[in-house]
């Protein structure tokens, strides 16, 4: 199931892609402020954004900006209620993927985001990289300094997925939910225990944690080009 953040003002329109695309086996998240937007995509992962250009606030072009200006890769195609040479650009330069005109069928959106949605598949790197730490998708290894660190399942899920989205907070509850692929169970005890485990595993002495504990929001990893020493928390 691919989760989507919707940004449309309109009601009815919202209403009737939230329903449509939540029968398509979609989880669908409504907003209609830009900067909620930008808010939502700072603490949670989604799978696709579809905005529309006059949200309120924060204009979409703006949040696309934004988004991309702190490094977030997820796919996003923008809706626009006129016909815009000057706007289509500047939506593309921004970083959209992709731009529907207003009004438009749903089985075309659908079509569009299916095909966002393989991008990322093609696109997805086999050896992620963070200071002296290597992660290698396809033979399933992770090296220190090219040392094989030993790791259970679980413990690489949640490396894979912190390193493939760098400088990206998550909460107990989106990495639960997207690494575990679960909504419930015991979530916050489950992550901070495989949180823990890793930095015993991984972490060098007097180093910086490859894996951040941001007080109050959850974790992220960083891009590093060496190990770094330790920071006071």
Not at 185 to 208: A, F, W, Y
Request: aromatic share 6%.
């Amino acid at each position: 199931m691919s989760k989507m953040l919707l940004g449309e003002t309109q009601n009815d329109l919202a209403t009737a892609m939230q329903e449509y695309f939540t029968s398509h086996q979609y989880t669908v998240h409504v907003e209609d402020s830009g900067l909620r937007i930008l808010e939502c995509l700072r603490h949670n992962l989604y799978d696709v954004v579809v905005l529309e250009i006059a949200l309120l606030g924060l204009d979409g072009i703006s949040v696309v900006r934004a988004y991309r200006a702190s490094r977030g890769n997820i796919p996003i195609l923008l809706l626009s209620s006129r016909h815009s040479s000057d706007e289509l650009q500047c939506g593309l330069d921004a970083g959209a993927d992709a731009y529907m005109v207003k009004p438009f069928n749903l089985a075309d959106l659908a079509a569009h985001l299916r095909a966002l949605l393989r991008r990322p598949a093609l696109r997805s790197e086999r050896v992620l990289v963070s200071g002296d730490i290597s992660l290698n998708s396809d033979a399933g290894t992770v090296k220190r300094s090219d040392q094989i660190v030993h790791l259970h399942p679980m413990e690489f899920k949640l490396l894979q997925f912190l390193l493939r989205h760098p400088d990206q907070v998550f909460d107990a509850h989106a990495l639960f939910e997207r690494v575990w692929q679960k909504d419930s169970g015991q979530l916050e005890d489950t992550v901070r225990t495989h949180v823990r485990t890793l930095r015993q595993k991984i972490d060098l002495p007097n180093c910086q944690s490859i894996i951040t504990t941001v007080r109050g929001l959850g974790y992220k990893t960083e891009h590093r080009s060496h190990a770094e020493p330790a920071q006071p928390e």
